[in-house]
C-alpha cells in the first residue's frame, strides 16, 4: 500500500543547512508537500512539488525531486531557531487522499 | 480572515457516549478532510469530501462517521467513542483549483 518514509529526529546548528529526506512509494503520485508543525499549532504548508518538477526553490527552502527513486528532500538554509518544528512529508494519490509521514522532529542546536 | 474553525478545542468524554466535533470553513473550499494525529504514527486521514454530498473513506474511517450537508461545515461523529479514539484531530480544507490545504487549530480528545 501506500507509505511515506521519513526519519524521526534530526539535530541541526544554528545557522547551518538542515536536509530533512522523506521517501515515498506510489509511483502515481501528483504532488509532494512539506508542512510544518510548531509545537500546539496545525499544520501550515511550506511548500510543494508537482511530480513531473525535480527541483523547487523558494527563499530559503529548497525541495528536491527524485522520481526515480520516490525520494523527496527539503532543504532550509542558515537554519534559525524559529524553524524548530516537526516537519511532515506527504504524497498527494488522487482526489483529494493525501499520505503523510510520521515527521521529522527539527532540533536547533546553538 | 480566512479560517478553519474547529469546536471543541479539548473534550474529555467517557466510552460511548456519542459526540460530535464540528468543523467550518469560511473560504469557500470544495475539499474538506478529516485526520488524528497519533504519537509515531504521523497524522492519518480520516475521511474526506470532495463537495456537497460527496464523502470517502481514508486511511482509518473505522468508528467515525462524516456527513457534508453545506460546503463550509464538515462534521466528524464518533457514534460510540472508544479509548483507542483518545487523539488530536485536525481538520482541513483547500480549494479544488489549489494545493494549499488549510488546517484548523486542532481538537484533543479523550476517551476514559
Known amino acids: 500500500g501506500e507509505d511515506v518514509e521519513q526519519s524521526l529526529f534530526l539535530s541541526v546548528r544554528e545557522g547551518d543547512s538542515s536536509v530533512i529526506n522523506c521517501t515515498y512509494t506510489d509511483s502515481s503520485s501528483t504532488y509532494l508537500y512539506w508542512y510544518k508543525q510548531e509545537p500546539g499549532a496545525g499544520l501550515q504548508l511550506l511548500t510543494y512539488i508537482f511530480s513531473n518538477m525535480d527541483m523547487k526553490q523558494d527563499q530559503r527552502l529548497t525541495v528536491l525531486l527524485n522520481k526515480k527513486d520516490k525520494h523527496l528532500s527539503l532543504r532550509i538554509a542558515d537554519t534559525q531557531t524559529g524553524d524548530s518544528a516537526i516537519y511532515f512529508c506527504a504524497e498527494s494519490i488522487w482526489d483529494d487522499k493525501i499520505i503523510f509521514g510520521k515527521g521529522t522532529r527539527l532540533h536547533i542546536l546553538p | 480572515e480566512a479560517q478553519v474553525t474547529q469546536n471543541p478545542r479539548y473534550l474529555i468524554t467517557v466510552t460511548g457516549k456519542k459526540l460530535t466535533v464540528t468543523c467550518s470553513q469560511n473560504?469557500?473550499?470544495?475539499?474538506m478532510s478529516w485526520y488524528r494525529q497519533d504519537p509515531g504514527l504521523g497524522l492519518r486521514q480520516i475521511y474526506y469530501s470532495m463537495n456537497v454530498e460527496v464523502t470517502d473513506k481514508g486511511d482509518v474511517p473505522e468508528g467515525y462517521k462524516v456527513s457534508r450537508k453545506e460546503k463550509r461545515n464538515f462534521p466528524l461523529i464518533l457514534e460510540s467513542p472508544s479509548p483507542n479514539q483518545t487523539s488530536l484531530y485536525f481538520c482541513a480544507s483547500r480549494d479544488g483549483t489549489r494545493n494549499e490545504q488549510f488546517f484548523g487549530p486542532g481538537t484533543r480528545l479523550t476517551v476514559l
Open positions: 473560504m469557500n473550499h470544495e475539499y
